[in-house]
């Protein structure tokens, strides 16, 4: 007998996204994987940014790409990238930019790291892109539409979460105990000691892999707005829950904490374990 089931993801007709848009987002993550491609297990030097973080040429050359194409064909729009900054935050239609998500992953040839593009209008995002140029996968989401899969040039269709009996049979997925604070890490262990597995490493890919139903919950904190933003419509598409640790949908300007899960009930029991440290 199968343990989990899978979630019926909901079709809704009338797209909010012109179908132009979501060409463009596949473009964009084009354009941002042959930048980042260039350079995957070939000699380059990592930088430390001012948090200790690592960045690469690959990270700039990536986010300039996208940004030229943006400049190019919307110039209209708002910017917000990780490597080059922020310019008009308030246009009507803001992208935000992860050129490299998973630097860390990249500079040791592990080809987890994404690109993540998020459209934000009214600090909302409407449009989530999940892309990872070393393994040829990417996910799209579009707010009100299913999360869609597509493996190298082929789309596969579109994904669910799979649902989950009880908390103790999560599988939770986190990119690394160090991105915690002593306050967020005493939150995290309430929840760490009630499920059944704990995966570190996984960066952007713990969000894909629960809107596709393989795995059950992510869980982080200490993230910026192009950490999160693109994961929020590619999870709530596959039929998935995700919010901040306070339970409030991830807009620009939440704190920077997420919580997703495949299942809305095990997500809520996970949101009482974070809130009762």
Known sequence: MRRFAYVETPRVSDPIVDPELESFAHTLADAAGVAALRYFRAGFDVELKADASPVTQADREAETAMRALIAQTYPEHGIMGEEHGSERLDADLVWVLDPIDGTRAFVNGIPLFATLIALVRDGEPILGMNAYPALGERWLGIRGQPTRHWYGPNESGPVQVRACPSISDVRLCTTSPDMFDAADAARYANLKDAVRDT????????????????TDMAAESNMQPYDYLSHAVVIDGAGGTITDWE???LRMDSPGSVLAAGDAERHAEALALLQSA
């Open 199 to 214: 995966r570190f490493g996984t960066d952007a890919w713990a969000y894909a892999m629960v809107a596709s139903g393989h």
């Open 247 to 249: 339970g409030q949908p």
